[in-house]
């Protein structure tokens, strides 16, 4: 998803970094105490729709012709006090109205009447709409708010597609028309795609995952001046702040040696698969463990030596073997590569009853799914991309039609372990509390990526690390690596090796664009 978080300056914020995530409902009842507290309805309304005009002009600089879309209820009001704002400032403004309006949003659409702007009904100029649209320099969305909880009616849903067939740019109020706020997932078959969200209040759990991720386009958070919220009454999701989660990292004092730095022992690299540990392993070397040790095929034991001299490499034919290997690691990553043959099944047992902290990833995941007896008896991160998210919730006994957010927590409490649900807009679901990495990029869908992630994790675990805060930072380092490289060679060519290079980079300090991606 897009980077860009920024915040209308003419407003109260919340600081993005240690934002807390809402449902629709608890924004609703934010909402409901303002206005008790004083705040008249409309005049919230009024911030929202000066809000986003602000942030309009700021993006859009030359606009001089602006369709505005307003539905029935709230959002509709802030479509017609934007409308409102726009024609102020001389702009060409053409709205369309959808429904009715009723309460607050009537006295906006009102006071645009007021103004001698005609409203056109949407139903009655259905051959206009699309020339008009045609002819904008901005679309404003402000059919259907957070209150949506199921598809768009037919109305909504094809000017819906009108507007995602336009390369005309378009600002979302709020939220994307279609988009669930509370899990991101589309409500009907698609959703408004803005490059511009102006969202109000607080944040939306669904902005930040799922669909929404490729319907939000550029976020900007206006507070409205409501700065007094409530913690909600179900369990809080935070967005990860990554510069408290830097904080923590140990600081290399002068009489450091490697023992000081953790022990990471890799798992897994069964037949055909030696660069998933490979890749794991040289991520936990680059980001601070002192010793890494991989245990793999004896078959492939020259070949890590040869790619990572710096590995130390055992074949594995007796799983007793692992057991020395165990006894000496402070963190072990079980699943790279590992395949699903009674080789593997094995190691994963004899890790699994071992007291060291684990990372469960990729087929390891995928045996305790089947066998869910398999699972780690000590503390262990659980890493799963949403495929394997699902069949572990077969295994586990979950609800697979869970969001993302119940999801992971639901995997969390049955499993008694954390979890790191992979995917845009990776959750973690920690025993202390749920966070979700803003930080990401499609280039990071590559053989290997999730390799490189296990890996950094069990590096920060290895030096001392909550495993809940070494996901929540490793996540915010691996999205960030993606963002950089997609900011300077585009959206192709990324390799699961190259993430290292930017994540070790943001660890010494260095802003994301100092990295290089050939090199440390």
């Known amino acids: 998803m897009a980077a860009g978080l920024h915040t209308a300056s003419n407003v109260m914020s919340m600081p993005l970094a240690s934002s807390a995530l809402y449902t629709a409902a608890q924004v609703r009842e934010i909402d409901r105490k303002a206005i008790a507290s004083g705040t008249s309805g409309i005049v919230l309304m009024r911030r929202a729709a000066e809000a986003a005009w602000q942030a309009a002009q700021q993006k859009y600089a030359s606009l001089q012709s602006i369709v505005v879309l307003c539905g029935a209820g709230n ?112 409500l009907g078959e698609q959703a408004v795609a803005a490059q511009l969200t102006v969202t109000f209040i607080a944040y939306k759990r669904g902005l930040f995952t799922d669909a929404a991720t490729e319907h939000v386009g550029e976020l900007v958070f206006a507070s409205l001046g409501v700065t007094s919220h409530s913690p909600p009454d179900a369990e809080p999701v935070l967005l990860c702040n990554q510069a408290q989660l830097l904080s923590q990292l140990p600081q290399k004092r002068a009489n450091h040696y490697k023992n000081r730095s953790g022990h990471v022992l890799v798992v897994g690299g069964d037949y055909g698969m030696a660069g998933a540990v490979i890749l794991a392993g040289r991520a936990a070397l680059r980001c601070g463990s002192g010793l890494v040790t991989l245990a793999t095929r004896p078959e492939h034991v020259s070949a890590v030596v040869a790619a990572q001299p710096e590995l130390m490499a055992h074949g594995i034919e007796k799983t007793a073997q692992l057991d020395a290997l165990l006894a000496r690691a402070d963190v072990v990553v079980i699943g790279p590569g590992l395949g699903q043959s009674a080789w593997s099944r094995q190691l994963l047992e004899r890790a699994a009853q071992s007291a060291v902290k684990a990372v469960v990833d990729a087929d390891a995941l995928n045996l305790v799914s089947a066998e869910p007896k398999l699972m780690p008896v000590a503390e262990a991160l659980l890493t799963p991309h949403p495929g394997e998210a699902r069949r572990l919730a077969i295994g586990l006994g979950v609800d697979t039609s869970l969001d993302r957010f119940s999801l992971a927590q639901a995997l969390r409490d049955k499993s008694k372990k954390n979890v790191l649900l992979k995917g845009a807009g990776t959750i973690v679901a920690a025993q202390d509390q749920t966070r979700l990495c803003q930080y990401g990029h499609p280039v990071l869908a590559t053989a290997g990526s999730g390799d490189v992630l296990s890996g950094i994790v069990a590096a920060l675990m290895a030096q001392g690390m909550s495993s809940g805060d070494s996901a929540a930072l490793a996540a915010c380092l691996h999205g960030h690596a993606g963002e950089y490289w997609a900011s300077e060679n585009g959206a192709y060519g990324m390799l699961a090796g190259d993430i290292i290079a930017a994540v070790v980079a943001r660890m010494n300090g260095a802003g994301i664009n100092a990295a290089k991606m050939n090199g440390v």
């Open 75 to 186: 959002n509709g009001g802030d479509g017609y006090l934007f409308a409102r704002a726009a024609r102020a400032a001389g702009k060409r403004v053409e709205v369309f109205a959808f429904a009715e309006s009723k309460g607050d949003a009537a006295t906006a659409r009102q006071a645009l009447l007021g103004d001698g702007v005609h409203i056109r009904n949407a139903a009655e100029d259905l051959e206009a709409l699309p020339h008009c649209l045609a002819g904008a320099d901005l679309v404003v969305d402000a059919l259907l708010g957070t209150g949506l909880a199921g598809a768009p009616r037919p109305a909504y849903a094809d000017v819906i597609e009108k507007v995602n067939q336009l390369q005309t740019p378009v600002l979302a109020l709020d939220i994307p028309s279609g988009i669930c706020a509370d899990s991101g997932r589309l």
